[in-house]
């Protein structure tokens, strides 16, 4: 439930229909720099410029997960009056640290103030989705808003040349989480169906109430009941198969146990436990320097980036629970140490996992213990 109420907290759902203060056909609101950080040019004028500009995070699996993507884009579409710029509102120093292990080819800037964020976001707060691409022609026209991998070739031509772009179409609301929020008679409410669409989402509100889309049964107890994926047997009719979940409970929020219950009800599973014998990774502490202590204050975050994970403000032992939920062996520290650090960890293989840790002095040694396996199996 960790992982749930860091990040749910956040309300951070990717996704462009949350930006309301700005229009395709309306004039863009000024972008405000405070600090020109890698690729800076020798004419920092805005005026008269194509922009590409993307919104995008150290914490945000999803924005480090389109940087390749838009490299590709640049590298295509590359002229002397188009710029792309890259922004976040993060400080300098947490930005090069992210610099150094991931390669954009763009215009990388901050803006402390948080102005363009507000600007191109709610007009409050700032923005609500993470990653976002906005196209401004040199007139200071919005002409496209977007994902940034949904930026394509098409676009871009249709951009530069002066043709008219499409929004994409505004995705789908969460249909009655809201009303079974508001209703403050209804204290327990639980419903799982099989999932309708296959994109993941996450949305909750504190420990008490959350909707789920489009999970599978293993995604559930791992990030709901804190089960280790590679500690759990299901049915093999079950694996892939996706589930659509809302929960609420207010009276007991932290109690999942009514939750686990009606799950196995409603899907005729019986559960039980048993110890096996398996490989594990015990991780050791071999060069404490080489550690990223973490800069963010507010939060802790995990966002996904394909072939690597983006940890912020994560303990070492918490880091190593989730990527034990992405590798066929756990990952264990033989110590205690509280203390949050940021890490991009590769996840293409275990090679690269422990490649990765090695990077921040972690080293890790093969070692053959006792574990609980949770074991579900459809009922007789």
Known sequence: ?????????????????????????????????????????????????????????????????????MNKIQEEFNQEDLYYISITDESIKKVKRSLKRINFNSIVVTDLTKKTQINYGDGVKGLKAYPLTVLIDKKGIIKWIGEPKKLDSSIMSTFLSKKKTKLNSE????????????????????????????EMLKQAIGTSMFKLGSYRLDDIYNEILNVKKSQLELPEDLKNKRFDVTYKNIEKGGDLNMLERDILQKLNLQKKTKLKTTKTYIVSIQNKSLLEETLEKRFSAKSDADDKIIFTAYTINNTLDELSNVSSTSFKINEVDEVK????????????????????????????????YVMLSKKE
């Open 341 to 372: 650090y940021d890490f991009i960890i590769e996840i293409k293989s275990e090679k690269d996992i422990i490649e990765s840790l090695g990077t921040y002095g972690l080293i890790v040694q093969e070692e053959d213990i006792e574990v609980e």
């Open 1 to 69: 439930m960790r992982q749930l109420i860091s990040i749910f907290m956040l309300l951070i759902i990717v996704k462009t229909s949350a930006q309301i203060n700005i229009k395709v056909g309306e004039k863009a609101p000024e972008i405000n720099i405070t600090d020109w950080i890698e690729n800076v040019p020798t004419d920092k004028s805005l005026n008269g410029k194509y922009i590409v500009l993307e919104f995008w995070a150290t914490w945000c699996g999803p924005c480090i997960a389109a940087v390749p993507h």
């Open 171 to 198: 995705e789908k609301k969460s249909l009655g989480f809201k009303d079974i929020i508001r209703d403050k008679d209804l204290k327990y409410y639980f419903d799982i169906d099989e999932a309708k669409g296959t």
